[in-house]
Every structure is written in C-alpha cells, then in structure tokens.
C-alpha cells in the first residue's frame, strides 16, 4: 500500500468542523488503497476542544506531532482576555473588545509580522524535522489540509526540498478568502502573502478546493491541475442520532457554528420579531436558536427582545450536543458571508444538516455553490438577505404546516449520498494516485 504524510493543523482534541476533513482522510484513506501518516502540532492553542472523535480513526496508524508556538497568549494578555477565550476568530466575530485600540494594534501585528498567520513558527521546524523524517522513511505523496496555510506551506518547502509529490488542499482560499480583506495589511505584506501562495502553487502537483467557483478563482491567480472536493459528512458518525424526532412542543430553527460579523441576519430576526406580533400562536409555538460563537450584535438583539421569549443563544458546546439540538429542530438555518467571492463557499455544517435530515433554509447568495447543492438534495429553500417579504412567508408557510402536524415534512432525495467522506475520500485517493503514477 503506498503511504501519504498528511500534514494537517487542526485534528482531535480539537474540536469544531475544522477538524472534520483531515479527520475522515485519516480515517477512509486505508479504503481507498493509501496508509496515513499523520503530522500535527502539540499542545497547539485550538480554539475548542471535543474529545468525541478523539478515538474516530485507526489507532495504529503512525502520527507524529512536532511543538508548536503560537502568539495567542501575548495577544490575550495585552488585550485584556481571559486564558481561556477563543480569540482565533476575532477577525470574523466582533464584540465590543474588537474595537479597542489594542485589538486594532494586534491585528495590524498579525497582519504583517505574522505572515502566513499566527501558526508561521510551526513552519521551519517542523520543515527539519521532517526533512530528516523523510529521508529516512519512504512515502510516496504528501497532502497537506489548511488554512492555516503554515500547514501548506510546510509542505510546498518539502516538494522544494525532496521533490516529492505534493497535494495541496483548501478548505478556504488564501489571499481570496473574504476576511483577507479584514487584516491591516502593508503592501509589503500583501506582497509577500501572494508571493508565498504562488510558490505554493508552483510546488503542487496537484491542487484540491471545496467548491466549483473557488477552483475557478484558484485557476484564475495560477493554480494548475485544480480539482473540486467538497468536504462532506460521515454516515457512521450520524447513526447514533436517527431515533432523535424533531421537537413536537416548538417549531425550532436552529443555526449551528460561528456566524460572524459578515452573516447577520438582521432581516431574519427582524422577521421573527415581527411575525409573532401578526400570526396567532407564531410568539407561543416558534424558537430561533443560535448554537456556538456570534457576533455580538446577535447577543444584543436577543437580549433586547428577550420578553418575547422567540430566541435563544448557547454559548459553544460538546460536537455531540451541538448535532442533538440540530436533529431536535425542524429547520437548520444556513448564513452565507457576505461577500464577493460567496459563490464559492459552502460551509462545512452545509453537509452536517443534509446528514441530519432537517429543512434547510439558506440566506446569501441564491446562484451559489451552497444552494446548487440544496436544490441538487431537494433540501430547502434560499433566500438573500433582504428579501423580506420572502423570508416571512417562508417562515409563515412552515409554521402553519408544522402547527397544523406538529412536524415539518423533509423531503430529501438520494443525492445527498454523493457527499459521504467515504466516497470524498476515494476521491482524494484517486487524485493521489494520478500524481504518484
């Protein structure tokens, strides 16, 4: 069996859907005819930890992990945080700290001395240690998962190094990627980070994204060779949840995940509002639930119409609990970023709620990727964000029909099956091959 050093950053302990598209290559690849060798970093600072799927892969397939130093402790301290708050995220969820002057200072930090992002000081070292690694035991590919793009970066200098073939996955773009635009960037900065992405580029023999659009985009700015993954769901790790029956006392809406400062929903919630003041039983019978971080202006408003009783906002919870209440609601709410390149982006929970079998209703960009495969699944609807009068008749409609049955019919085909990580996987397997050959 030909062997493959995945290099991939996020993996058990760590939690979230990160974690999700190495987890299931280690754990399928043996299927598709290639032996895992896993490389992640120790004691890295992930911004959640879930020991559900810790044990989710073969236990006797070989991981190396290599130290890594992260700046998350500096950044907490002088901005003010507690050790334990995830600020991975501060460029995507805003809070009342993100406009500080220190947080503001901090981003400009990471911006341009932090280049590809706060993981960089992985790069090198580990770089060596695998050098040595690989000169001493043979594979016959590497693949590399990011962002972050240290992990790909770790990777391209390996194929410079020892000509090896390369791999290279996205599960966000680089420099295309919408909070890009977030960062407190120099020209030199924005000089170097493309710089180092077409060296990455140039080192891949072959390049894999998740959506059809941003392969477009990747082949636009240079990428060759470009192949279309999406990232999927495990039908195993779902079993355990069939017998779950959606809440027959509410018709609940749930969103699951971080949704950040460019996904509010302020139409949706206003909707809600508004709809429990003009539909007899809507403000009795009806929840909007957020599951997971948000962005601060969704907390105010919650707390603002609190005495409807129409919302409800937990704060980041166990994977486990998180897909419970998702199976418990009727219809899972899907919040597209908004921005340009949102055609291409679909989000990982996107595969979460077509294995958990719920109604879908999506709010962003309605030529996108994400609706293509909710109308290809027969699972939702999509709505932009504005449109109101659509979205309360959407939200109208299914309250009635629930109200009426005290459950939401889903009518989902087989076409969802296209999606399982055992069939992505092959996939993957495939494309290895076709470099290795």
Same mark, same amino acid.
């Given at each position: 069996?030909?062997? %493959?050093?995945? #290099?991939?950053?996020?993996? &058990? =302990?760590?939690?979230?859907?990160? +974690?999700?598209?190495? @987890? !299931?290559?280690?754990?399928?690849?043996?299927?598709?005819?290639?032996?895992?060798?896993?490389?992640?970093?120790?004691?890295?600072?992930?911004?959640?930890?879930?020991?559900?799927?810790?044990?989710?892969?073969?236990?006797?397939?070989?991981?190396?992990?290599?130290?890594?130093?992260?700046?998350?402790?500096?950044?907490?301290?002088?901005?003010?945080?507690?050790?334990?708050?995830?600020?991975?995220?501060?460029?995507?969820?805003?809070?009342?700290?993100?406009?500080?002057?220190?947080?503001?200072?901090?981003?400009?930090?990471?911006?341009?001395?932090?280049?590809?992002?706060?993981?960089?000081?992985?790069?090198?070292?580990?770089?060596?240690?695998?050098?040595?690694?690989?000169?001493?035991?043979? %594979?016959?590919? #590497?693949?590399?998962?990011? &962002? =972050?793009?240290?992990?790909?970066? +770790?990777?391209?200098? @390996? !194929?410079?190094?020892?000509?090896?073939?390369?791999?290279?996955?996205?599960?966000?773009?680089?420099?295309?990627?919408?909070?890009?635009?977030?960062?407190?960037?120099?020209?030199?900065?924005?000089?170097?980070?493309?710089?180092?992405?077409?060296?990455?580029?140039?080192?891949?023999?072959?390049?894999?994204?998740?959506?059809?659009?941003?392969?477009?985009?990747?082949?636009?700015?240079?990428?060759?060779?470009?192949?279309?993954?999406?990232?999927?769901?495990?039908?195993?790790?779902?079993?355990?949840?069939?017998?779950?029956?959606?809440?027959?006392?509410?018709?609940?809406?749930?969103?699951?995940?971080?949704?950040?400062?460019?996904?509010?929903?302020?139409?949706?919630?206003?909707?809600?509002?508004?709809?429990?003041?003009?539909?007899?039983?809507?403000?009795?019978?009806?929840?909007?639930?957020?599951?997971?971080?948000?962005?601060?202006?969704?907390?105010?408003?919650?707390?603002?119409?609190?005495?409807?009783?129409?919302?409800?906002?937990?704060?980041?919870?166990?994977?486990?609990?998180?897909?419970?209440?998702?199976?418990?609601?009727?219809?899972?709410?899907?919040?597209?970023?908004?921005?340009?390149?949102?055609?291409?982006?679909?989000?990982?929970?996107?595969?979460?709620?077509?294995?958990?079998?719920?109604?879908?209703?999506?709010?962003?960009?309605?030529?996108?990727?994400?609706?293509?495969?909710?109308?290809?699944?027969?699972?939702?609807?999509?709505?932009?964000?504005?449109?109101?009068?659509?979205?309360?008749?959407?939200?109208?409609?299914?309250?009635?029909?629930?109200?009426?049955?005290?459950?939401?019919?889903?009518?989902?085909?087989?076409?969802?099956?296209?999606?399982?990580?055992?069939?992505?996987?092959?996939?993957?397997?495939?494309?290895?091959?076709?470099?290795?050959?």
């Amino acid at each position: 069996m030909k062997k %493959v050093l995945i #290099i991939a950053y996020y993996f &058990p =302990p760590c939690g979230g859907i990160s +974690i999700i598209r190495p @987890l !299931k290559l280690v754990k399928h690849l043996r299927s598709a005819g290639w032996e895992p060798i896993l490389v992640t970093p120790k004691n890295a600072h992930y911004p959640t930890y879930d020991d559900a799927l810790i044990n989710d892969f073969p236990q006797d397939i070989e991981r190396i992990e290599l130290p890594i130093w992260e700046p998350y402790g500096l950044f907490k301290k002088f901005t003010s945080r507690k050790k334990d708050e995830n600020v991975n995220n501060v460029l995507v969820v805003k809070d009342e700290k993100t406009k500080k002057w220190k947080d503001i200072l901090a981003v400009f930090i990471r911006s341009n001395f932090f280049i590809p992002d706060a993981r960089k000081f992985w790069i090198k070292p580990s770089v060596k240690a695998l050098t040595k690694y690989l000169k001493e035991n043979h %594979v016959d590919a #590497i693949l590399t998962t990011g &962002p =972050p793009h240290s992990s790909t970066l +770790i990777g391209a200098r @390996l !194929k410079k190094k020892l000509n090896i073939p390369l791999l290279v996955d996205f599960q966000d773009p680089w420099t295309q990627i919408d909070y890009y635009k977030e960062l407190i960037l120099t020209p030199w900065a924005d000089k170097y980070h493309h710089k180092l992405e077409q060296f990455c580029f140039q080192q891949a023999d072959a390049t894999a994204i998740v959506s059809n659009s941003w392969k477009k985009d990747l082949e636009d700015i240079g990428a060759h060779n470009v192949h279309t993954i999406p990232l999927g769901f495990d039908p195993e790790h779902f079993k355990e949840f069939e017998n779950v029956e959606a809440d027959s006392n509410f018709l609940k809406m749930l969103h699951l995940g971080m949704a950040g400062h460019d996904r509010i929903p302020m139409t949706l919630l206003e909707s809600v509002v508004e709809l429990g003041k003009e539909v007899e039983h809507f403000q009795q019978f009806f929840r909007l639930q957020f599951v997971g971080q948000v962005d601060q202006s969704i907390i105010d408003f919650i707390e603002k119409h609190k005495d409807t009783q129409l919302f409800e906002y937990i704060p980041p919870i166990k994977r486990e609990e998180a897909l419970t209440y998702g199976k418990k609601a009727s219809i899972l709410l899907l919040l597209l970023n908004k921005a340009d390149n949102s055609s291409g982006r679909i989000p990982g929970k996107l595969f979460e709620y077509l294995a958990l079998n719920r109604n879908i209703l999506l709010l962003g960009n309605t030529e996108g990727d994400s609706a293509d495969i909710i109308k290809e699944t027969n699972m939702g609807s999509s709505f932009d964000y504005q449109e109101k009068e659509s979205i309360k008749n959407y939200l109208k409609d299914s309250f009635n029909v629930w109200l009426k049955n005290k459950t939401l019919p889903v009518e989902r085909n087989d076409r969802y099956l296209n999606y399982t990580s055992q069939k992505l996987t092959k996939d993957f397997g495939k494309l290895l091959e076709s470099i290795t050959s």
